[in-house]
């Protein structure tokens, strides 16, 4: 029983193993061998002691310890997407803005961030459509737009 710190390149396949549901779509997804994916599961699998993957006729079954390994994967794969987009030059307006909305936003957006970029060129703007609510707090995208109703009470609401 090893039980050494796991590697991120490990961890990054544990995470696209989870997503893909197999160890064949994993592979493809990252541009490994179906082998090469099972090897660094082995790995990982070895460096903390226990199982984590469990290969089924249906695809891969997870022991807990992996869903919680996931997590950690998935946090930490949302800070560096958040550092990568937070790095800028000298400009105030160097960087990288990530919006989510849904698609009946995305003409005005486009246009805006038109503008915005004729303005200011060292802005990147990453526009997602979708229709989930993003996690602000963990940089899924620094601007969550959304539709709905407003009730008379709320402070968004006009008449």
């Given at each position: ?42 790995a ?30 998935e ?11 937070d ?73």
């Amino acid at each position: 029983m090893e039980n050494k710190t796991p590697a991120w390149d490990d961890l990054r396949v544990l995470l696209e193993v989870h997503r893909a549901g197999s160890f064949l779509a994993a592979g493809l997804r990252l541009g490994l061998s179906t082998s090469t994916v099972a090897r660094r599961i082995g790995a990982l699998e070895k460096d903390l002691g226990r199982p984590l993957v469990h290969r089924t006729s249906q695809g891969v079954w997870l022991e807990k310890e992996a869903l919680e390994l996931i997590a950690l994967a998935e946090h930490f794969e949302q800070a560096l997407r958040a550092h990568r987009r937070d790095e800028g030059g000298s400009s105030p307006y160097a960087g990288r803005i990530r919006i989510s909305l849904p698609d009946g936003f995305l003409t005005g957006a486009a246009e805006a961030a038109t503008r915005f970029r004729r303005l200011h060129p060292e802005t990147l703007i990453e526009v997602i459509s979708e229709l989930r609510f993003v996690d602000l707090s963990s940089r899924e995208a620094d601007i969550g737009v959304r539709g709905g109703r407003c009730s008379s009470t709320s402070p968004w609401a006009t008449s």
